[in-house]
C-alpha cells in the first residue's frame, strides 16, 4: 500500500471518529422506559435531544368521545373546550398569559374515538411551575355557566360548517357504512342536541369518571432524569382518583356481531361542488394480531406512499390526480384503512376501473422485495435511534410493533385481510347538477 493511500485512510477513520464522537455528543438515544411509581399509573421516560424543551402527552384510555353516554354524545368535546379555560382563579384570557409566561406551547387536548389526550411542550426549567399550575385540571376544572354555555351555542355553528365540508361528509358517511348501527359509526363529536343537553354536572361527572390513575399513560420526553419524571407524576396527578367509574366503558358494543352497509357505494349530492366529485375508499379490518398491524402498516406504507406507492404512481402516470390522501386508524376493536381523492367528473370512471383494478391486484400479489425494503425502514423507525423531540411521536407510533417478526405468511395473510372486497365501501360526493 502507498504511503499516499495510507495518509488518506487514516484521515478517512480519524474523520469518521470524530463525526461519531461529535454525533454522540449532541443527540441522545431515544429509550423509551417504564418508571415505577406509587400512584396505580403508568408513566414513560424517553431521553431524546430537546433544545430545553420538555413534552408532555397524557392518555386517558377509554375516555373518549365513542364512549359517551348515547345522550350526552359530545361531552369529550365540551370538555376538551373547557378544560383549560380557567385555572386558579383568572380570566380565560389571563390563564392564556400566564401559560405564556410558564413557557407551556402547543397545549393540545383531543377527544379521540376510544381515548382521551392531551399534550403539550413546556421549558424544562419552568415545567415543575407550568406543571403544579396545570395540575388542577384533571381533578377540579374551573369553568362558569357561561363558559360552558358558550361552548354549547358555539356548537352547532362550528359543527354545520365542519359538516358541510366534503371531507367530512365523505368521512361520516363512509364510517356509518362500514359499522351500520355501531358506535364506530358515529360522528365522534355528538350532536346539537345531545350537547344542548350537556349540564355542569356532566362536566364534572365527566372528570371525576374518567380522569383516574388506573387508566392513564403519561410520557415524559426530553433530557429528562427519572427521578425528574417521578417528581413530575407526583406534581400532576397525585390528586386524582386512583380509580374511576367509567359507566359507559362497555357500552361501545361488540364489534364482531356489528354488519356493514348492505350498500357498496353511496353517493351524497352537494351544490357547489362543479365538476369536482369527491370519493372515499374505506376497508373495516376486525381483529388483526400485532403482527398483522405491523404488516399493514408496512404494506400501507409501501403502497399508497405519496411519491412513490406503486398506486400513486399509476395516477400519475394515468393523469387521473396527482396524489391520493391515505389512512389507518386503529382503533381498540377494529381497524380502517381508506383512501381520498378528488378528481374531475370527466376521470370519474377512469378512477372507478384504476381503483378496482389496483385493489383485486393487490388482495392476490406481493412484491416481497419492496415490503421487506419499507419493514426495514419502519422498524429502523421503531427501534433505538436518534430522534429529536418534534418526532418522538412517530418513533412512539411503531415502536410496539413487531415488524422484525413478519414472514411472507403474515404478509399474505395480512394483505388479502386489507383488500378484502367484501369489506370495501365506496361514498362519493358531488354536485347536484
Known amino acids: 500500500m502507498s504511503k499516499k493511500l495510507q495518509i488518506i485512510i487514516s484521515a478517512v477513520l480519524i474523520a469518521l471518529i470524530s463525526a461519531t464522537i461529535l454525533f454522540k455528543k449532541e443527540i441522545l438515544f431515544i429509550k423509551i422506559s417504564e418508571v415505577g411509581n406509587n400512584y396505580g399509573m403508568t408513566a414513560y421516560q424517553i431521553r431524546v435531544k430537546s433544545n430545553n424543551l420538555l413534552y408532555v402527552k397524557c392518555v386517558f384510555k377509554n375516555s373518549g368521545a365513542l364512549r359517551n353516554a348515547p ?219 400485532r403482527k398483522e398491524e405491523a404488516a399493514a402498516h408496512v404494506i400501507i406504507n409501501t403502497l399508497f406512499d405519496a411519491k412513490i406507492g406503486d398506486f400513486s404512481q399509476g395516477l400519475r402516470a394515468r393523469k387521473i390526480a396527482y396524489s391520493c390522501d391515505f389512512h389507518f386508524i386503529q382503533r381498540n376493536q377494529s381497524n380502517v384503512f381508506f383512501l381520498e381523492i378528488y378528481v374531475y367528473k370527466n376521470d370519474l370512471e377512469n378512477y372507478k376501473k384504476y381503483l378496482e383494478e389496483k385493489i383485486s391486484q393487490y388482495g392476490c400479489k406481493l412484491n416481497l422485495k419492496k415490503l421487506e425494503r419499507t419493514k426495514d425502514q419502519l422498524a429502523m423507525q421503531s427501534g433505538v435511534g436518534f430522534a429529536n423531540i418534534f418526532d418522538v411521536d412517530k418513533k412512539m407510533k411503531y415502536s410496539s410493533l413487531p415488524f422484525s417478526q413478519i414472514t411472507r405468511e403474515i404478509f399474505s395473510n395480512t394483505m388479502k385481510k386489507l383488500f378484502d372486497r367484501s369489506r370495501m365501501r365506496v361514498v362519493y360526493v358531488q354536485s347536484e347538477r
Open 71 to 289: 345522550e350526552k354524545r359530545g361531552i369529550s368535546v365540551v370538555v376538551g373546550d373547557l378544560l383549560c379555560r380557567r385555572i386558579g382563579g383568572l380570566s380565560p384570557e389571563e390563564t392564556k398569559e400566564k401559560l405564556l409566561d410558564l413557557g407551556v406551547q402547543d397545549l393540545s387536548i383531543r377527544a379521540c374515538e376510544d381515548d382521551f389526550i392531551l399534550s403539550f411542550y413546556v421549558l424544562k426549567d419552568k415545567a415543575p411551575e407550568a406543571l403544579k399550575f396545570l395540575s388542577p385540571i384533571f381533578f377540579r376544572p374551573e369553568f362558569s355557566k357561561n363558559d360552558l354555555e358558550f361552548v354549547k351555542e358555539k356548537y352547532p355553528i362550528t359543527s354545520d360548517l365542519d359538516l358541510s365540508h366534503p371531507r367530512e361528509l365523505l368521512f361520516d358517511k363512509l364510517m356509518e357504512t362500514l359499522y351500520t348501527n355501531h358506535n364506530y359509526g358515529l360522528n365522534v363529536t355528538g350532536n346539537a342536541r345531545s350537547i344542548a343537553g350537556i349540564s355542569e354536572d356532566d362536566v364534572r361527572n365527566f372528570v371525576k369518571s374518567n380522569f383516574s390513575r388506573d387508566n392513564l399513560e403519561v410520557f415524559f420526553t426530553g433530557d429528562i432524569s427519572q427521578s425528574d419524571v417521578e417528581t413530575h407524576v407526583e406534581t400532576l396527578f397525585s390528586k386524582i382518583p386512583e380509580k374511576g367509574s367509567r359507566d359507559f366503558i362497555d357500552k361501545i358494543g361488540d364489534v364482531s356481531s356489528c354488519p356493514l352497509s348492505e350498500e357498496k357505494d353511496y353517493v351524497i349530492l352537494k351544490p357547489n361542488m362543479k365538476d369536482i366529485v369527491g370519493i372515499i375508499c374505506g376497508f373495516r379490518v376486525d381483529n388483526l394480531d
